[in-house]
């Protein structure tokens, strides 16, 4: 697993070629096994590969944070029902890593863009995916997973040039 997470980092350009069905089922399946709080299961995802819709998700956040989406043949959203669980940012948080990886495991590319508590025009992003994607309010969407084959590559991670003074034994 260390070798999934060392290779896995934020892939922004993508190929055009669409990512199958069966993938996008194993990539949902892969957050839906994600440990939450007081097993709530309060996280749920929304696949979309609509590629007009996809180029409007791109536009939800100021600036250029949400560009992934742009070349992205896939977008998921991972949002939690907030009603339902204290910690819903947090089981949907784990849900999403585990989406991250199961991407990179998959030969994929993937790179989250926050959707909550970010600025969109003059409202929120949130808002402006709620509206984009008729989004019922009783979920609070934490981001959306551009995901597709990448049309980049970047080095994995070196374990040797981890700044470890940020890992503590008490």
Do not use: N
């Given at each position: 697993m260390l070798e999934a997470m060392r290779r896995r980092r934020s892939i922004r350009k993508f190929e055009g070629r669409k990512v199958e069905d069966g993938d996008v089922t194993r990539l949902m399946d892969a957050g839906l096994v994600a440990p939450t709080g007081k097993n709530t299961l309060c996280t749920e995802f929304f696949a979309v590969t609509d590629k007009?819709?996809?180029?409007?998700?791109?536009?939800?956040?100021?600036?250029?944070?949400?560009?992934?989406?742009?070349?992205?043949?896939?977008?998921?959203?991972?949002?939690?029902?907030?009603?339902?669980?204290?910690?819903?940012?947090?089981?949907?948080?784990?849900?999403?890593?585990?989406?991250?990886?199961?991407?990179?495991?998959?030969?994929?590319?993937?790179?989250?863009?926050?959707?909550?508590?970010?600025?969109?025009?003059?409202?929120?992003?949130?808002?402006?995916?709620?509206?984009?994607?008729?989004?019922?309010?009783?979920?609070?969407?934490?981001c959306a997973i551009a995901v597709g084959y990448p049309a980049e590559e970047k080095e994995p991670r070196n374990l040797e040039t981890l700044d470890r003074s940020r890992a503590h034994r008490l």
């Open positions: 007009a819709k996809i180029e409007r998700l791109a536009q939800c956040r100021d600036g250029m944070a949400a560009s992934s989406l742009r070349t992205a043949p896939l977008a998921i959203l991972v949002a939690g029902r907030h009603k339902d669980s204290d910690v819903w940012r947090e089981d949907a948080s784990a849900a999403a890593a585990f989406v991250l990886l199961e991407a990179t495991e998959m030969g994929l590319g993937a790179c989250w863009v926050q959707v909550f508590q970010r600025p969109c025009g003059s409202g929120t992003s949130e808002e402006a995916v709620r509206r984009i994607l008729g989004i019922d309010p009783e979920f609070s969407i934490l």
